[in-house]
């Protein structure tokens, strides 16, 4: 209550009550994993190895493909489902590594919140020892069910060794609202389409936001988020589109404080790409070989029979040493590298 007084001594009646309830201020919440999928890979442990930093890992370990020797790849990947606590700060944390023996081997962490439409990129696992945590902070919009995926980055044919990811301690940590303005909205968003991409551009008007999000849709559809990106970022490439088709972009920024407004929207068309190949089968000591030429790309992946046998190959030519004996038949594909596209389907006969 309040009372006023004068210097003669008079005073007022007191005023109305007000009563204030000192309550403890909210406090960060963890969510932890309820639920997890091998896709590919075998698993050692269980989903509670995950739950708390304890030295205890959950283990997951590459698996081989089928197929011809030269072909084959290893592959991993592991999904766990979370409930998000919604807060104006939600970060991602995860102290996983590989095994000693990956040589180079490295772990992509990404995201869904909408069943497994749009996965967004997070963070990737190289070190092949403990080095605690890492993190990625999402944009406050995400809350409610969210599933993580992690996969292997090289599945490049002729990789056949297997690996093995270690997962101590995941969890998101969910933070109350924070204090201040939303950050600027970004301005001056670009869309330029090229051959399998778009690229964006735009301008970081703000000096507090924690990230920025990336939408798209059709000119006529719904917008979808497309990437959560680090503070200060100013540029993203789409690779993620259909030769041909128009999208619509927009960008926002997020902080502690709330979501920005959104940068204007910026359209753009993503150019064809036409690949042509040929291939001609020929023998030398009596061993296959297959001559491959093609036009249209000078960064390409290779497949053979619906494999990649060579990735990021450079040029218009590349030679397939089978170095069989015999009869046999094969089908070949050649794809950009950036945009994979891919070209027609050449067939040699031995």
């Not at 979370?82 to 180079?104: H, P």
């Not at 997070?122 to 990625?136: A, H, K, R």
């Not at 909205?185 to 778009?198: D, F, I, K």
């Not at 030519?317 to 004996?325: Q, R």
């Amino acid at each position: 209550t309040a009372t006023a007084y004068d210097t003669t001594g008079n005073t007022t009646t007191d005023t109305n009550t007000v009563t204030i309830d000192n309550a403890a201020p909210p406090v960060p919440v963890d969510d932890t994993a309820s639920s997890g999928s091998t896709l590919s890979g075998t698993t050692t442990g269980t989903i509670g190895d995950t739950l708390a930093d304890d030295g205890v890992a959950f283990a997951i370990t590459e698996e081989e493909t089928g197929g011809k020797p030269s072909s084959r790849t290893s592959l991993l990947e592991q999904t766990w489902d979370f409930q998000v606590t919604g807060g104006e700060v939600v970060t991602f944390y995860v102290n996983a590594w590989a095994s000693g023996s990956a040589e180079g081997e490295t772990f992509g962490f990404s995201y869904t919140s909408d069943g497994g439409d749009t996965w967004v990129d997070m963070l990737t696992v190289s070190s092949t020892s403990d080095l605690g945590y890492q993190q990625f902070v999402l944009p406050p919009s995400v809350d409610g069910n969210v599933t993580v995926r992690v996969v292997d980055d090289d599945r490049s044919a002729g990789n056949r060794v297997l690996d093995t990811l270690l997962v101590d301690h995941m969890f998101f940590l969910s933070e109350p609202v924070g204090q201040g303005p939303a950050p600027a909205a970004p301005s001056l968003l670009t869309a330029v389409g090229g051959a399998g991409m778009v690229s964006l551009s735009w301008s970081d008007n703000a000096s507090d936001e924690l990230g920025y999000e990336v939408e798209r849709r059709l000119p006529t559809g719904v917008w979808s988020v497309i990437s959560a990106l680090p503070a200060d970022t100013t540029s993203f490439t789409d690779l993620g589109v259909v030769a041909g088709t128009t999208y619509e972009y927009r960008v926002h920024g997020y902080s502690a404080g709330g979501v920005s407004e959104y940068s204007p929207t910026s359209t753009a068309t993503v150019e064809e790409v036409t690949i042509a190949l040929t291939a001609t089968g020929f023998k030398q000591r009596a061993l296959q070989k297959v001559q491959l030429d093609w036009t249209g790309s000078d960064l390409v992946n290779i497949l053979r029979d619906g494999a990649i046998v060579a990735s990021n190959v450079s040029g218009s030519s590349w030679v397939d040493n089978l170095d069989i004996k015999g009869e046999g038949t094969y089908v070949y594909q050649v794809c950009d590298a950036s945009s994979g596209a891919c070209s027609n389907t050449a067939t040699v006969v031995f």
